[in-house]
């Protein structure tokens, strides 16, 4: 997505290419090196997250997964009901923070499972 929005926006691509470079993609150590049957074969970090780091999860939230927040964007970006607009934003801001913490906590469950094989 950051390529996709460095070409979007060229004026930015340096600087988005410096965020890039600083982020390390969780999918592939997951899918080499670890399965819970809670996945239920899936690797989404929907899947991946309850069962790796319990009891943090999306249900709560009024956005909950990454199809619905880009529909919800570009309806926010369209919408002229300003009060609309910045509850749909909200919602926006509190999935991308989930997703940001998922991550994290995610990253310190597999480093904490490589500490208990070794």
Request: proline share 4%; charged share 20%.
């Amino acid at each position: 997505m950051l390529r996709e929005l460095a070409a979007a926006v060229p004026q930015r691509a340096t600087a988005l290419a410096a965020i890039e470079a600083r982020l390390f993609d969780l999918l592939p150590v997951v899918r080499n090196c670890c399965y819970h049957p809670d996945f239920r074969g899936s690797f989404s970090i929907k899947s991946v997250l309850p069962a790796l780091a319990p009891g943090l999860g999306y249900d709560d939230l009024a956005v909950a997964d990454g199809n619905l927040a880009a529909a919800l964007h570009q309806r926010a970006l369209a919408n002229d009901n300003v009060v609309e607009r910045q509850q749909t934003f909200a919602a926006l801001r509190a999935y991308c923070q989930r997703d940001t913490l998922a991550t994290l906590e995610l990253r310190k469950a597999l480093a904490a499972l490589a500490r208990s094989a070794v």
